[in-house]
T-cell receptor, first 114, second 115 residues
């Protein structure tokens, strides 16, 4: 079974530039999450989708971050404009909709903002 | 709100030593508790979980018991190997599974095992 795919794996940009990350969840997984992991900290939820609808985006900085999951499969997370404090690893995870199933994590995208 | 506190690392052990990584939590309800592991260059993987008080999760020689009275979920292994070197995260979710609820993570503990 293929795992959660993310790209790119690494990205370096200057502050005020924009960047986009892509996630392809495991086939059949209706729930998709984006987490932000700052160096030395645990992952923190940014947004949760069920199919193509947003379940929780309360911790997403909406003035600069946006995310979409148009067809209930792939998802894109965008930052515009980036700030230095956005330097982090962005993790995508997916799971089946019903309870009792594990969340599977992708390898992450490491973003460095200079 | 919900939170997880785990011991700070790094932890350095010799091969075959006993491992304990402490984890305590704060939650309003009856959360499920998890340990995730992140090996170098890889994504987070579920190591073990427990969904109710007194449950013991176990996998690959690691164990953790859900202690409601002390709000703890300490990770233990009797004899560590070099291949156990990784970062370990304690996490919780509000509902009795992690299938469709976000996880709240601790800061992670880096373990290095030397031969």
């Amino acid at each position: 079974e293929a795992g959660v795919a993310q790209s790119p794996r690494y990205k370096i940009i200057e502050k005020r530039q924009s960047v986009a990350f892509w996630c392809n969840p495991i086939s059949g997984h209706a729930t998709l999450y984006w987490y932000q992991q700052i160096l030395g900290q645990g992952p923190k939820l940014l947004i949760q989708f069920q199919n193509n609808g947003v379940v929780d985006d309360s911790q997403l900085p909406k003035d600069r971050f946006s995310a979409e999951r148009l067809k209930g499969v792939d998802s894109t997370l965008k930052i515009q404009p980036a700030k230095l404090e956005d330097s982090a690893v962005y993790l995508c995870a997916s799971s089946f909709l019903r309870g009792g199933y594990e969340q599977y994590f992708g390898p992450g995208t490491r973003l460095t903002v200079t | 709100g919900n939170s997880v506190t785990q011991m700070e690392g790094p932890v350095t052990l010799s091969e075959e030593a006993f491992l304990t990584i402490n984890c305590t939590y704060t939650a309003t309800g009856y959360p499920s508790l998890f340990w995730y592991v992140q090996y170098p260059g890889e994504g987070l993987q579920l190591l073990l979980k427990a969904t109710k008080a007194d449950d013991k999760g176990s996998n690959k020689g690691f164990e953790a018991t859900y202690r409601k009275e002390t709000t703890s979920f300490h990770l233990e292994k009797g004899s560590v190997q070099v291949s156990d070197s990784a970062v370990y995260f304690c996490a919780l979710s509000d509902l009795p599974d992690s299938g469709n609820t976000p996880l709240v993570f601790g800061k992670g503990t880096r373990l290095s095992v030397i031969a």
